[in-house]
């Protein structure tokens, strides 16, 4: 059997692994696919799919027995299952105890500190209460230890009066940071230790949400700072000795320093625009990575931007895309759909890559893709 000939498992078919099933097939690789909603993005184009839970243990256990190459594009997995298939022989790619550590922001965070990657100040805390003793530390952002996505689990804690916002629950208090700009690159690394990153991107946040509204690639930094980017994470990905992706989130600092800010051990939001702008998307890279085969190239072709397409506020039910014929006639613009058949407000529904050689024309392309296009219920 060869790599490409093997039983390939994701645990979670939402729209990452429905980008990852559209690379597979390029390489009729055979994708079996779980998730606990029967209506999930990756229900139709996988090989086979099943319902069931991502965090019961005999479930993902069961799931694991069925499959030679196991892997996630969600963290909220049962790990013990995941050890206890990889004790026995089982490729469980990226590391059940990688995926441990990330699970948890405090186990992260300390894995940062243990390792000299340099990162925001932290503290961590059990309980509202505890956050309390900390007003000196303020302002600050509290993160739920474990369960936290897309957003949620992250609250600003500005001064005493906002304590009552923390989390009765395990969870960071960190240093708020004074940042220029929000970065990420993504890592792939192979079994035998091959890694290639793809060039910085620069992130902007919906200022309510927390979630990524659009981004840039490349990032406009100077030459020092995408070295001291690319370094950090490539550092990052060889502490953890992951095999797979690392999404590496970073602050750049008003300063010129790069802390680490958060990673993700899967394909990322942050790479959706590598479908069209690179050599080797990130979807491809994590087969080549998981599959132990030669990393592709992450040349990108032209600059690009991706904008997420998020539910219009006011707006849940059957979703319907407005403006998506005024975008397809323009050129360098690239839509996907995830294929979620209702929406909600801010969730993701699917994006837009935008591609130009002219920065400035690439920069009014996002601003017209963004005024066009709303995800709004019939």
Known sequence: MTATTSSIGILGGGQLGLMLLQAAIDWNLRIHIIDPDAEAPCRHLATSFRQGSLTDYDTVYQFGQSVDVLTIEIEKVNVDALEALEREGKKVYPQPAVIRTIQDKGLQKQFFRNHNLPTADFILTDNREDVARYTEFLPAFHKLGRDGYDGRGVQRIASADDVGKAFDAPGVLEKAVDFAKE????????????????????????????????????????????????????????????????????????????????????????????????????????????????????????????????????????????????????????????????????????????????????????????????????
């Open 183 to 378: 970065l990420a690159v993504i890592v792939g690394r192979n079994e035998q230790g091959e890694l290639m990153t793809f060039p910085t991107v620069e992130m902007v946040f919906h200022p309510e949400h927390n979630l990524v509204e659009y981004l840039f690639a490349p990032a406009e930094i100077n030459e020092a700072i995408d070295r001291q980017a690319q370094d950090i994470a490539r550092r990052t990905a060889e502490a953890f000795g992951i095999v797979g992706l690392l999404a590496v989130e970073m602050f750049l600092t008003k300063d010129g320093e790069v802390l680490v800010n958060e990673v993700a051990p899967r394909p990322h939001n942050s790479g959706h625009h590598t479908i069209r702008a690179n050599v080797t998307s990130q979807y491809e890279q994590h087969w080549r990575a998981i599959l132990n085969l030669p990393l592709g190239d992450t040349t990108a072709y032209q600059p690009a931007a991706m904008v997420n397409l998020l539910g219009a506020p006011g707006h849940t039910g059957p979703a319907r895309y407005e403006g998506f014929e005024q975008i397809l006639s323009m050129p360098g613009v690239f839509p996907f759909l995830y294929g979620k058949a209702v929406t909600k407000p801010f969730r993701k529904m699917g994006h837009v890559t935008v591609m130009d050689t002219d920065l400035e024309r690439l920069r009014q392309k996002v601003a017209e893709v963004k005024q066009r296009v709303r995800v709004v219920s019939n």
